[in-house]
């Protein structure tokens, strides 16, 4: 069952944009908390790293689809704008990068729909295996085809002069990956209330019923793929001009599963869950090879692998919801207490059904 | 009534990237300081711990750091090289290894760790990467973004990285992987009679060069290559790819197949077309490999290949080196690695070129960069020297494999000819103009053959 936003009254917004201005100023001003290898390597980072898994994460809360194929159609993106521009070791067409970043975006959009249309009739482990293939096949593609992929990839990409050069001046970069993350979050949330984004949450639940009553399952479905293949494609971009470069070897199967592996350790089902687990990941990815501590063959800076997958194991196991779920999980027993058994006419199930959105709901069938 | 749950998800958000940010600036705290003080000399190591090549991490680094133990006094923290190594003085400059990098053989995760040893560990000098596609985007990165840092390479080996890329302060002591197949074009033709070739590799970067370096020299002095066939890395079931390849339409098949798949295609060849004919079939460098001989046995005794290390040599310098690794017996038992070889060639060179020019990397490392260019490192195969592009100029050595020395046991390998002075442009056939290898490139044609044909040294190691 759908559940609609409650009703709300003016006062009970205002510590919600409270929240949100706190959380504005925070990451406003993040760039003067942190030196600018974190500001680079960890947060900006995680912003588009969060791109990418949201991109996952949308198809999967709001569409049930789990995709492994966000991986191959970031990188359709990411080489279609690095042979576009000046760049060494592709076509090096010397197009203007923001020209060359829409055309990334829009080539990548429409395989994503073409693969939309193929996967959208199929479910489960199907769909699963059909974005895999997507992904490895990408992969393939751009490791052979050489003339599309430069000489072990394309090299010093030509990002808008807005962004200069990312690694002698990290801060444009960042601003950009957080413009274009709050613009991702508040678009797929405006887009999950719109008549297609309800239609696509009915499919969601229900796809026989929704067929039933005259929607096209197959072409909401195909649709939805292709806004995830545009949250990704921005995903792509950002990569490309965060690495200055992208090659084949980025964007293998081992970087679909991190992105798979991001979207579950943040929360499948929570659209926050996307850019949490990213920065969870990069945190770990690069403070690992630091602090963990040398025990013979067993454990070392190597282990990293290790870590993330031992990390995964036990989210998957104490909450399925990832971290996002257990804060839930939190929220909601503190809010029973607080409210004691049974209060005016809320039951507990009511005040649990409450802290919890409907896909979260969902995520627990 | 109101309803105070709604603001959860906010709220979640908020808290959320609060505690991220203050891990973030906690983490930040920890950061050490990246200024240089004139008595120390940071240095970061960076290889591949995961992936492809991650099995090989200890030997990579062991090879760097046995340098620094045999002559600059470095003292091994542990049993392996990854654990660290303290003490070492290079001119007077206390050498502080920053940190190990850990790669993938991916250039992102490449990049990464090379920023994190430069950027935040503060190095000074790095040494690395590994492989390919990793030493093309840090020699970019060099060039563009640390130009007054200065980069020896590890053990990467696509052309591009130098011959292309051509970083100022990016060197590099080992070959690359054309250079590694030299000597065996002329061999073919010149020995064993070759007019015609075959030439089958997996369908990747490392494959395509190091198949260019057959096909350069082939060509060069008259021989065609008839047919190149390229299997997608990772098959396990070469009988289409056996069936293309037909004995009768060419003298000799030239077999760049790597890691597994190297057994299934010699055994799926021989099931095909009988035993392999020795005479009309060689190997690029992964020929020289215990396993391979273990698993194909004796149909392989007579075959050629290429390999940049002469195994057998017992000369007092390879003996030099050998006791040198033996400060970590993990790196020793794999002395005849290229990886440790590549690691040890590069801070072998550093630690020359910081001795001459007294420990000075002030001036942004120019004087050190310059000292670099004219080091030349006499290895334990040869002597190493760098060409305008900072690239080695090296010895490549031609192995035959022989009988085993007991009945049942496995063949051995002796090294035959060396390959004196083998540099990267193959006497002019590569150019920073020319495609980079790939499935159809180099083409084949009859040029002017690169300078060492003719001047192949015999050799004969051991008993």
Known sequence: MIAGPGPRSRSSRIPQWVALGVLALFLAGAPSVVDSFTLSQILTKALWLGIAAASLIFLSSYGGMISLGQTGIYAVAGFTMANLVHAEGGKNLGWDPVAATAAGIVVATAFGLLCGAIASRSYGIYFLMITLAISVIVFYFFAQVTTLSGYGGIRSVTPPAVIGNPVLNPLPLYYTALVASILVYVGIRYLARTPFGIALQGIRDDPARMQALGYNVALHRALAFGVGAFIASIAGILSVWYTTQVSPGGVNVAQTINILIIAVVGGLYRLEGAWIGALVFSLIDNYSRVWLPNVGDWLGPERFETVIGVIFLVIVLASPGGLVGIWESVWARRNRAMRGPVEGSGTVADVVDEAVEPHAVQSRR | ?????????????????????????????????????????????????????????????????????????????????????????????????????????????????????????????????????????????????????????????????????????????????????????????????????????????????????FIAEFCAVGGNVTQRVWPPLGTTDYSSFVAQLNPTTYDGLFVGVGGAGLITFLKQYQQVNGSLKTQHIMGNTFWPDPQLLHAIGTPMVGAVAASGIAADDTSAQTTAYKNELAIYPATQKDAASVFTLGYWSAMTALGLALTAVNGDISGNQKALQTQLAKTVVDGPYGKISLDSNRQAVFDNWIVQITAPATSGGDPGIHTILRIPNVDQTFGGFFSPTTPAPDRTNPTCTKKTPPPWVGNEVPVTFGP
């Not at chain 2, 090989?56 to 660290?84: M, Q, R, T």
């Not at chain 2, 840090?138 to 890329?165: C, E, H, M, R, W």
């Not at chain 2, 015609?196 to 997996?202: F, K, S, Y």
């Open chain 2, 1 to 213: 009534m109101l309803r105070p749950e709604r603001n959860v998800g906010f709220l979640r958000l908020l808290a959320t990237a609060v505690l991220g940010l203050l891990a973030v600036a906690a983490c930040n705290s920890t950061t050490p300081s990246t200024t240089t003080t004139s008595t120390v000399i940071k240095i970061g190591i960076l290889s591949d711990c995961l992936g492809d090549f991650g099995s090989f991490f200890n030997d990579d680094l062991g090879g760097a750091l046995a340098v620094l133990a045999a002559h600059y006094g470095g003292k091994a923290s542990g049993p392996l090289p990854k654990d660290g190594m303290t003490g070492a003085v290079i001119a007077g400059k206390q050498i502080n290894i920053v940190g190990f990098g850990c790669s993938d053989s991916t250039a992102s995760k490449a990049i990464e760790e090379t920023r994190r040893l430069v950027e935040q560990l503060g190095a000074d000098i790095m040494i690395g990467p590994l492989s390919g596609d990793e030493g093309i985007a840090v020699a970019n990165y060099a060039k563009t973004n640390q130009p007054n840092k200065t980069f020896l390479n590890g053990i990467s080996g696509a052309q591009d990285a130098t011959l292309k890329v051509q970083a100022p302060n990016f060197f590099r002591f080992n070959p690359d992987g054309a250079q590694w197949s030299s000597g065996l074009g002329a061999y073919a033709y010149n020995k064993l009679g070759w007019r015609t070739a075959a030439v089958i590799g997996d369908d990747y970067a490392f494959p395509y060069t190091s198949l260019a370096g």
